[in-house]
């Protein structure tokens, strides 16, 4: 098979990237080792900040988003004794929107098979090569038959375990891994508040999120290498029940439809970029995901790179493919940077020192014009390109 450019991965960067590249008048096949079905209920993000509604409806993808998509005006924070509202759309000019990375999947599934262009599905040895000539491929088994897909460009976008990121020879990287983990659960029960609540309590963080009217999202901090086995759902809801609890609100608990531990840690490699193979989303950075900021990243990559690649494969400008690594690690080192900050002041680490400032912190942020004004515009998003 050949096409112009070959995608690694068909999560949000890749399908997105797909898209915009489509829109663009260039063409790009998808290989992707997870099924559609997998692909398209894999439980992760939820928050999407202005910047990525925009992009989304600007290309034709914000029908569904518009009319299901909960918008809010900020978020909750609190501390034992105190809730505190934080309005984004005061303090910056915008909110955000509570919209499930499965429907964006979703509805980028269906925009790439109304464009009639390829994912192939459920492959596996997927492998780079040549990728410092101007005729790299990728090639991978199917059915049990081995295929190769000659491109002009190969795109990374195969998150943190794929084999993108070990194709750039040499790079940088720095990694910072938390010392703890959050236990993540859905319930099909209505959320107990309109707006997210991030808690900072002795015990440990607890958020309080939705993904819709009827399913809520929760998540508390717990140990690395927690076994979701000891933890029942009573003794989850308990839990929230501790960190979340203030007089006269009441956490309402519900059955538990998924629960999963997800180590917290942060990691950036750069560059981007080594000859024809550019890397996007989490396949070139993670971020822990109390900034909500790993799906918006993901977004803001393919948006400066699908133009950078048009300008390279249609009119042979080569500047903006030369750009986008410098380009995008503004953006992402921003963003690593806010979900550190937001990690460090409301996760608990056993140290009285860093409690006493986390405490002083979060009243700054809560009672300051100034303080809540640098977290709300980090929060609901600066512009691509930043
Ligand atoms: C468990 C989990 C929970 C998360 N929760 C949140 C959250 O609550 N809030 C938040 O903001 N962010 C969250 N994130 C982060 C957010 O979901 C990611 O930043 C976002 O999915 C990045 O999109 P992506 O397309 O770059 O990567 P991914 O979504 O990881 O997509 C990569 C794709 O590449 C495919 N792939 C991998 N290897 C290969 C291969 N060898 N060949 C072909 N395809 C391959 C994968 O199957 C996958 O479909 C979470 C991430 C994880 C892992």
Redesign the pocket.
């Known amino acids: 098979m050949r096409t112009q450019v070959a995608i690694?991965?068909?999560?949000?960067?890749?399908l997105l990237l797909a898209h915009l590249l489509d829109r663009a008048g260039v063409e790009s096949v998808i290989?992707?080792?997870?099924s559609r079905v997998y692909?398209e209920a894999r439980i992760?993000?939820?928050?999407l900040e202005r910047s990525t509604v925009d992009l989304l409806r600007e290309v034709g993808l914000g029908e569904r988003l518009d009319r299901e998509g909960d918008q809010h005006r900020g978020i909750h924070l609190h501390w034992p004794g105190e809730r505190h509202h934080l309005d984004f759309v005061d303090l910056v000019g915008r909110g955000v929107t509570v919209y499930g990375?499965t429907e964006v999947t979703k509805d980028l599934g269906r925009a790439r098979d109304a464009a009639g262009q390829q994912v192939v599905y459920e492959?596996a040895d997927?492998a780079l090569h040549d990728l410092d000539t101007e005729h790299p491929f990728v090639t991978y088994t199917t059915d049990g038959r081995s295929e190769r897909l000659d491109a002009e460009v190969v795109v990374g976008?195969?998150?943190?375990?794929?084999?993108s990121r070990a194709a750039v020879p040499n790079p940088v990287t720095w990694e910072r891994t938390y010392p703890y983990s959050w236990l993540g659960i859905l319930a099909d029960v209505a959320p107990s508040t309109d707006e997210l609540i991030y808690a900072w309590h002795p015990d440990g963080f607890a958020l309080h999120s939705m993904r819709s009217a009827t399913v809520s999202r929760l998540y508390l901090q717990v140990p690395h290498s927690t076994d979701v086995a000891d933890w029942s759902d009573d003794r989850i809801w308990s839990a929230l029940d501790a960190r979340l609890g203030l007089d006269g609100w009441t956490l309402r608990p519900g059955p538990v439809t998924e629960k999963?531990v997800?180590p917290m840690r942060s990691f950036v490699q750069q560059p981007m970029r080594h000859g024809r193979l550019f890397l996007?989303?989490?396949?070139a950075h993670i971020v822990p995901?109390t900034g909500?900021?790993?799906?918006n990243?993901?977004v803001a990559d393919v948006a400066l790179l699908a133009p950078a690649l048009a300008a390279l494969l249609r009119h042979k400008d080569s500047g903006p493919a030369d750009a986008y690594s410098d380009v995008a690690l503004r953006r992402v080192w921003r963003c690593t940077h806010f979900s550190w900050w937001m990690t460090t002041m409301l996760h608990a680490t056993g140290d009285q020192f860093d409690a006493q400032l986390q405490r002083s912190q979060l009243q700054w942020v809560a009672s300051s014009t100034a303080g809540a004004t640098g977290l709300a515009e980090n929060y609901a998003g600066l512009p691509i390109g930043f």
């Open positions: 690694v991965g068909a999560g949000p960067a890749g290989v992707e080792t997870r692909v992760r993000a939820g928050i990375q492959v997927t976008c195969d998150g943190s375990f794929g084999p999963s997800l996007a989303g989490d396949a995901p909500a900021k790993g799906l990243l993901a």
